[in-house]
């Protein structure tokens, strides 16, 4: 008699449990649903990280590969550049060596007319007492600019300016020594070189195309305006000038 009370405390118990079953089944399903939600999250996240990596990749071949482009562009520039100046070196060494031709040949020991002594110019300009020792020092100045040593070249050409400050030549040396600068990449020097030749001798068939030179380190710096100015100073002042010609062309004239 005395166990009959066990029933309904066991149901009792069952009823008590089972809000608290229902609300684990509950908190598992949102978890799982939480779990689901996060993936999907991650998943989505990790896609769009994805993308644009991928598309940063994309703009990074594309950067190589326009830069490789534009250093095949400035490539090619540099050697067309390189060969306009070994022709227009080229040009001038064959004009060099056709005024050479043309010109007289300097006094050697004989007496010049109105019995001034040997070694002496017209107006008094002291000459060179042994033309041949002379031609030989131009020379191998000139030996060594075409030979491509440079430097050698310009110390030579300066020594020869300075021993021949009255020489035909001197003028010739004198702006081979600026294009000994200019291909040194020595554009101040080179500058310095040739304004000499068009101030010293103006007249010379030399100094229009100093004036050339000159432009052309101007427009090597960058200064496209002054390089401007000294071909139209070309123009203006040497008009019937080769130089003059080849001003015009870059001018756009």
């Not at 600019?145 to 400050?165: L, R, T």
């Not at 101040?188 to 101030?199: C, E, G, R």
Request: hydrophobic share 40%; with cysteine.
């Amino acid at each position: 008699m005395l166990r009959r009370p066990v029933l309904p405390a066991v149901l009792l118990c069952t009823l008590l449990a089972a809000p608290a079953a229902r609300a684990g089944l509950f908190d598992d399903a949102e978890a799982r649903q939480q779990v689901i939600d996060l993936k999907k999250h991650t998943e989505e996240k990790l896609d769009t990280q994805a993308k644009g990596q991928l598309e940063l990749a994309t703009q990074i071949m594309g950067l190589r590969e326009e830069l490789a482009r534009l250093r095949g562009q400035l490539e090619t520039l540099t050697y067309e550049n390189e060969q306009a100046k070994k022709r227009q070196q080229d040009l001038y060494l064959d004009l060099d060596g056709r005024l050479r031709k043309l010109e007289p040949a300097a006094p050697g020991a004989a007496a010049a007319p109105g019995g001034e002594g040997a070694g002496a110019a017209p107006g008094g300009a002291a000459r060179s007492a042994d033309p041949v020792a002379e031609s030989k020092a131009y020379e191998s100045a000139l030996n060594l600019f075409k030979a491509g040593k440079y430097k050698e070249a310009a110390s030579a050409f300066e020594n020869f300016v300075a021993e021949h400050p009255n020489s035909d030549m001197a003028p010739n040396a004198q702006f081979w020594l600026g294009n000994s600068w200019y291909a040194q990449h020595q554009c101040k020097q080179a500058i310095d070189a040739q304004l000499v030749v068009t101030t010293r001798w103006p007249d010379s068939v030399r100094a229009p195309d100093a004036m050339i030179a000159i432009a052309n380190c101007q427009r090597d710096w960058g200064n496209v305006a002054a390089a401007k100015r000294t071909l139209g100073n070309i123009v203006e002042k040497y008009p019937n000038s080769q130089a003059a010609a080849q001003a015009k062309q870059r001018l756009g004239k």
